[in-house]
């Protein structure tokens, strides 16, 4: 058992002078071994990024689904009108931050490029990702070790958030450009995506079915981490939060 683990490990950290530490007598004098995997602006973004979320996925079920029972002329209270502002400032928010993640994407470490570019075409990546569906279905009880995300997390990433989260992007600024008007910057570089996809009523309807496949992703992430963190005996959320992902072996 614990070799086959060893055996993960050697396969999976690389030896390429990556900022590395070793930790040792602090749990039951065991040896921890702690690799700088996500670095600060990584971080940052991920957090500021599951405000914006809260705040768009809270704001945008309102848009689809109005407080009626809010009492008197829209106009005095003006509260679907704050729920679109938070809404739009937060989208703001949301798509500067996704293109930062790019920026970091070119210039940030090695793991930082996995989000936008999984292995799809190593053999390697889908082995392990069939591995990590039968750890999670309870066929198997020896987890890998992954240094970064592992391949079942790396593809849920990339098509539930990474795709997805362009998507609202561009659904999100077309829908904007039609307050501003198509001659605004957002009609210009955002208007064609609603003929594309049909008409106003249409793009909202998609715009709001991504919500719930991003609200999904989350549950499931969430859930995934603090489940991988106790069963893996690797430091899954503690990487999110330090940058370090500690192996105790
Ligand atoms: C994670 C990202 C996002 C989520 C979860 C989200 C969610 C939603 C939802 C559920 C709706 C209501 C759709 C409906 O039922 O009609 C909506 C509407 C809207 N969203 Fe987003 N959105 C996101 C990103 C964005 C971005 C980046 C923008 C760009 C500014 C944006 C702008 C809009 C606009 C303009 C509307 C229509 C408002 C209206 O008709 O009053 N959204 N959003
Ligand atoms: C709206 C909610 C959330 C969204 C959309 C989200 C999204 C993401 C994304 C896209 C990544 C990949 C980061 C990258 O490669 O650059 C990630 C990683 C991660 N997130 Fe979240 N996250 C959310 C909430 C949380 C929460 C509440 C936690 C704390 C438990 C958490 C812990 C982590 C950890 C530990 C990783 C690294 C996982 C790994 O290495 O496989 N996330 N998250």
Known sequence: MASARSEALRETIPLDGTPERRIEGLVDHAK????????????????VTVLAMIALA???YLIGKPLSSVGGEA???????YVRMIHF?????FAIGFLGRIYWHIVGNRWSRQLFMPSLFSGKFWGGLVHQVK???????EPRAYVAHNPLANLAMFLMFALVGLFMIFTGFALYSEGLGID???????????PLLGQSQDVHTYHRLGMWIMVMFAIIHIYMAFREDILSKQGIVSSMVNGYRYFKD
């Open 184 to 194: 605004s910057w957002a009609g210009k570089m955002f208007g064609w995506v609603i």
């Open 135 to 141: 750890f999670y279905l309870f066929l198997t009880d």
């Open 32 to 47: 921890m071994r702690a690799v700088y995997v996500y670095e600060a602006p990584v971080r940052l973004w991920h957090w």
């Open 89 to 93: 400032i937060s989208g703001y928010v």
């Open 58 to 60: 809270v704001t945008g």
């Open 75 to 81: 106009s005095e209270h003006y509260v679907m009108g």
